[in-house]
Nanobody, 126 residues
Framework: QVQLVESGGGSVQAGGSLRLSCRTSGYVYNWYCVAWFRQAPGKEREGVAAIDNLATTHYTDSVKGRFTISVDVAKNTLYLQMNNLKPEDTAMYFC????????????????????WGQGTQVTVSS
C-alpha cells in the first residue's frame, strides 16, 4: 500500500524557518508529480508547491522566494524548505502524489492527486 508520511512541522515565530519532509513508501518518481498543499481552519486546501520528474517546479505566488520544494530520490523523500515564515502560513501541510502525469497547469488542484499524507501542523506566531 502506498504511504506518504509527513514530518517536520512545529511552532515558530514570524521570520523563522522549518523544513517539512514527506517520506514515500516507494520510488518517489513512481508518481509523476509530487506536491505540498496546506489547509488553514475554515479555508480550502490550497496548492503550495509542486515538482515533477523533470525537476520542473511550481509555487503559489504567496510563497515564491520563501519556500523551496525538492526531492531526494535516494531517500524517497520530498521536502519543503520554508524560510521567512509569516503568520498567514499557519496551516496543516499535506504532501500529495500524482501517478498520472507530470505537473502541469492543474498542479494546484486537489483533484490532480491520487495519494495523500496525513498532514503536519505548522504554526507561525507574530
Amino acid at each position: 500500500q502506498v504511504q506518504l508520511v509527513e514530518s517536520g512541522g512545529g511552532s515558530v515565530q514570524a521570520g523563522g524557518s522549518l523544513r517539512l519532509s514527506c517520506r514515500t513508501s516507494g520510488y518517489v518518481y513512481n508518481w509523476y508529480c509530487v506536491a505540498w498543499f496546506r489547509q488553514a481552519p475554515g479555508k480550502e486546501r490550497e496548492g503550495v508547491a509542486a515538482i515533477d520528474n523533470l525537476a520542473t517546479t511550481h509555487y503559489t505566488d504567496s510563497v515564491k522566494g520563501r519556500f523551496t520544494i525538492s526531492v531526494d530520490v535516494a531517500k524517497n523523500t520530498l521536502y519543503l524548505q520554508m524560510n521567512n515564515l509569516k503568520p498567514e502560513d499557519t496551516a496543516m501541510y499535506f504532501c500529495a502524489a500524482n501517478p498520472w502525469r507530470a505537473c502541469d497547469s492543474t498542479w494546484a488542484r486537489t483533484t490532480a492527486y491520487g495519494d495523500w499524507g496525513q498532514g503536519t501542523q505548522v504554526t507561525v506566531s507574530s
